[in-house]
């Protein structure tokens, strides 16, 4: 399983790290091209767009990952490991609400779109709505996966619970 998941994870790093690079070869190309030659690509402009929703929504995802997230932990430092997880729970419950949301949304803006196409590049623009579905669908596994780990077999433990663990063996 852990093989699995590195393997995943280089994955999600080369993905962002190819768009990333490509995003900025383009927009830099156009901008020399358009500054000393007069001239630009016409397609780079709206690539780069669709490049950057989607670099947006798998950075969520390396982000979710690693639990990098803005949060609040304040009240769960104080409370026993029981309330911890309970509030932790919860917590995951709202998540994937939330991202259940994200994909029923999207998944009705990819039908609404789908006969929509870049005027540049030809694209669908269907293309930028699964990126929120997509990215949406694994971060609930992720945090099924994370709630799981966690809440059952005291793994992958989150910060604030491994300062908590850390407390009580001193």
Known sequence: MQKVLKILNGLLTIAI?????TMVTLVFMNVA???GFNSGI????EM???LFVWIVFLGAIAAFKDRSHLGVDVLLGVLPPIGQKIIYVVNQIVIIGLLVIIIDGGLKMIVVNSNSYGPATGMPLSILFFA???AASIMIIMSFVQTVQYVFLNQNLPSWAKAKEEESTS
């Open 17 to 21: 790290t190819l768009i990333f690079t």
């Open 48 to 50: 780069a767009r669709y």
């Open 33 to 35: 091209l358009r500054y």
């Open 42 to 45: 016409t397609w780079s402009e």
């Open 132 to 134: 929120a579905t997509f």
